[in-house]
């Protein structure tokens, strides 16, 4: 034999995961940089492997090539999986490998002409990172890792500084999908193909968070509108901690279309959750996701330069000066004689994020659904146990600014997107997922 490769313990390992990996691994730019550096795949390799058209056949060519890299090549390969996100593969090799760890240590080159088993059909643990608007790759179902739970020593440590979140369920949750628009009345809105991925997703995951879930699809802009006034209007919401509401459709800046090709504009659902349409939720946090284009710009991205960047805007704080004592001023010459009862600002407590910036297209896959609400999924599941979810939406937002599309040929090849979400929380919001506090 010739010895050239890896421990055959380790590209015994390989081989007995091979299924897995064709249909879970995600082989995108940065793990083919992370085996650069480690000198594990030349530059001719890497392109040879990025060059293929699917990740599955990324991932087939990779395998093919690692077991002749050396000795060094598993390791390499589990801490490019650790720096990729991809922690649940290298845990399953590295413990593989440990259950073959009384196999002969023999370094030798894997026949690279016995293709590797692909049929084995199991969920994608992590969103892919190539893909376009509106092509079909091969692919899988989003990532299904169950929500992992808050630990009672999180909770006891974090639940006197944040928003109460003991109810069971913790709220209600509205998810509007449109994905059939009307091709007579709006013909130019074509079909959200996988956005019916999306709906399900967001399902499942708040249903986790231990939500009650109502899915709505295909509604017209007036549907829409209904819908929302009876969902902010329910009695029910005296009983829960918080609402999530889900928006999922075409749209431009500062609203979303119905089937029926009208707009509903976005301020109007945010005043039916404010302090004075929805005093059930008063002090009580509201979120909003939305998935739908701000705009029909392409973000094309731009090349990174080395170097700090700056940005300034102006203050307005001058503009509101001496406001809050002529307030102080009016309440005295009232003379109330009784304690005026605590005010609310008009609209507070509430966080939305948004899958792109003003003016700018969302992109979305046809099989896997939207990139915003693949990335949301996964962040959730991962990490609602222990981040408050602005935390949550920044690590979205980095995912997002990390993606890039992949369509050789048409105008979304290496298109770029960016989330963005606003707030007026006052407290951290933890969900605190699969835990129930003992009063």
Known sequence: MLHCGMREQDARTLRRQSAVLCKQLVVDELLIQCLQADDILTESMAESIMAEQTSQKRSWRLQLLL???GPKAFSSFCSALRATDQQHLCDLLTQTSETNGNGTHVETCVDSS????TQEAVPAKRARAHESLEVSLDADSPINTPVLPCTPDFYLSHFQQSYKMASSPRGFALVISNVTFNPCAAPELDPRKGGEVDDEVLRKVFTELEYS?????????QGIKTCIQNFSGRPEHRSVDSCVVC?????VEGAVYGIDGELLQLDWVFEAFDNA????????PKMFFIQACRGDEMDCGVEQIDGPSRTSSPSCEQRDAGREGEKDAEGRQRGDICRPRIKLPQRSDMI??????KGTAAMRNTKRGSWFIQELNTALRLHARDRHLADILVQVNRRIKDREGYAPGTAHHRCKEMSEFTSSLCKDLFLFPKYQPQY
Do not use: I, M, Y
């Open 67 to 69: 077991p002749k890299r």
């Open 114 to 117: 016995v293709p590797l088993p």
């Open 213 to 221: 879930v109502t899915v709505q699809r295909d509604l017209t802009a």
């Open 247 to 251: 928006l999922l459709s075409h749209g």
């Open 277 to 284: 349409h929805c005093p059930l939720l008063q002090n009580k």
């Open 352 to 357: 939305c994020g948004f899958a792109s910036l």
